[in-house]
C-alpha cells in the first residue's frame, strides 16, 4: 500500500484506467522506473509524479535491477533472524538430548562455543 497515495499525479493513475491503483506500492514503483527508462522523463519528475523522491526513485531502482520484480516488494525491516545462532551451534542444539531443557542447552552452548544463547533461542532452535 502506497503511503500516500494522493501524491501520486501520474496521468496513468488519474482514476481513468481501472486497472492503475495509486494505492498499489508495487504498480507505481514499476511505473516510475518504466516513465523514466522508456518514456524518457527525468528522474526527479518521474519520482515526483509518483509520490516518491529522487533519493527513493534511485534506491528503488538498484531494488530492481538486483532482484527484478520482486525488488519492488518491501522487505520485513529489523533483524533477520538469530545473529549467534551458526549453523554449527544450531547443529549441536538439534544433536543434544531432548531431555536437556533450554536453559540448560543453553549453558552447554555458553561452555562449548563461548556465545551466550537466551534459552528461548535455544527451544526455537530445536
Do not use: N
Amino acid at each position: 500500500m502506497h503511503l500516500d497515495p494522493s501524491r501520486v499525479t501520474a496521468v496513468l493513475f488519474d482514476g481513468r484506467h481501472p486497472f492503475f491503483l495509486p494505492e498499489d506500492k508495487v504498480q507505481v514503483k514499476y511505473e516510475m522506473l518504466r516513465a523514466h527508462l522508456v518514456d524518457g522523463m527525468s528522474v526527479t519528475a518521474a519520482a515526483a509524479t509518483h509520490g516518491y523522491s529522487r533519493a527513493a526513485f534511485y534506491l528503488v531502482a538498484t531494488s530492481f535491477s538486483e532482484a527484478g520484480m520482486a525488488g519492488l516488494v518491501d522487505q520485513r525491516r529489523g533483524r533477520r533472524g538469530p545473529t549467534k545462532l551458526t549453523p554449527e551451534i544450531a547443529s549441536f542444539i538439534a544433536d543434544a538430548d531432548v531431555t536437556r531443557s533450554g536453559a540448560v542447552l543453553s549453558e552447554d552452548v555458553a561452555e562449548r562455543f563461548g556465545v551466550v544463547l537466551h534459552r528461548r533461542t535455544v527451544e526455537r532452535a530445536r
